[in-house]
């Protein structure tokens, strides 16, 4: 029995990460049976192949090369999440996103993909990467998985809205289960018409951050410098507002007793907590909530705030 968890921010919350990697590590009794820290996934701004989420800030080549080896020196993978679905032949050679690639080449880091095209560039140019097939692709029918896992993919990531279906899953070969990723804690609508769209949008905007990066400016960054900003283009969604509970009465929504009575069962035992732009506040209660034992909660979670506070990651007043 696993329950291997890929978890958000590898730059952003990167202290936030490495404290409870600790906690993960020292603190055995406090996590469910099976919990494993498979990955953290995420980028370095400002990479234009980034994609799935807007991210802004600015990572020179230390920060980098210190994030990789804390994460790889605790046992755990960086994924990046090069899923920008608006890649041309001219963004394969961004030179930032190549310096990422060299940096992190080893037997042990992996690329969430997109892109037929950056795909098959990275397959060519960093073949010992493991690839994962993207949610952003939006693969909604069960047939999509089932063709993408007869790829060489390491992970194919399900699309959310096949979450909960359970007469569909039964449909993935039971030997490639344990290769299909779950999203648990969406915060999107199911059905979402607007999502496609929405990650070609981000995807542009990771691509005009990049050119204002490049371009030295120290005004604030203006997406209206590169593009034109219209209700056409613009993402208006409501689900941004939503908290770590009001997430869990989603049709979409897998709790911790959906993974560990139904799915593990089943024989799937990857899953995704999102969270890649969210507060300290929303990653306690979502780490704490899948992967701690229930009665452990108040526990841990005191826990973690000692340790966060400690390493001023976090500041409570007295």
């Avoid at 204002?212 to 400016?217: L, T």
């Avoid at 009001?246 to 799937?268: C, T």
Wanted: proline share 5%; charged share 30%.
């Amino acid at each position: 029995m696993r329950a291997r968890f890929h978890l958000p921010g590898i730059s952003k919350n990167f202290a936030f990460n490495v404290v409870f990697a600790q906690m993960f590590k020292n603190c055995p009794d406090y996590f469910r049976e099976g919990a494993e820290i498979a990955s953290f996934f995420g980028t370095f701004p400002p990479a234009a192949w980034n994609g799935g989420r807007s991210v802004i800030g600015r990572c020179d080549e230390g920060f980098i090369k210190q994030v990789l080896r804390v994460y790889n020196n605790l046992g755990i993978p960086v994924r990046f999440t090069f899923t920008n679905p608006c890649i041309t032949e001219e963004l394969l050679h961004d030179e930032f996103c190549n310096k990422i690639l060299e940096l992190a080449y080893n037997d042990m880091n992996e690329v969430i993909v997109n892109s037929p095209l950056l795909e098959d560039y990275i397959r060519d140019k960093y073949p010992n990467y493991k690839l994962t097939s993207s949610t952003c692709k939006r693969l909604d029918t069960i047939d999509g998985p089932i063709n993408e896992l007869k790829k060489d993919y390491h992970i194919v990531v399900l699309d959310y809205d096949l979450n909960n279906k359970f007469d569909l899953l039964e449909k993935i070969p039971a030997e490639d289960r344990n290769r299909v990723e779950i999203l648990c804690n969406t915060l999107c609508n199911p059905k979402c018409k607007r999502r496609k769209e929405h990650y070609r949008l981000i995807g542009e905007f990771s691509i005009a951050y990049n050119e204002y990066v490049k371009s030295g400016k120290t005004t604030p960054f203006d997406i209206n410098e590169y593009y034109e900003i219209n209700e056409a283009n613009t993402i208006h969604c409501e689900c941004y507002g939503r908290n770590a509970f009001d997430i869990r009465k989603l049709a979409n929504h897998v709790s911790p007793d959906d993974i560990w009575d139904k799915y593990i069962p089943m024989g799937f035992e990857q899953f995704k907590i999102e969270g890649r732009m969210a507060g300290r506040v929303f990653l306690t209660e979502n780490y704490l909530y899948y992967m701690v034992k229930p009665e452990c909660r108040d526990e841990a979670r005191l826990m973690l705030l000692y340790n966060l506070e400690k390493n001023g990651i976090i500041r409570i007043d007295k």
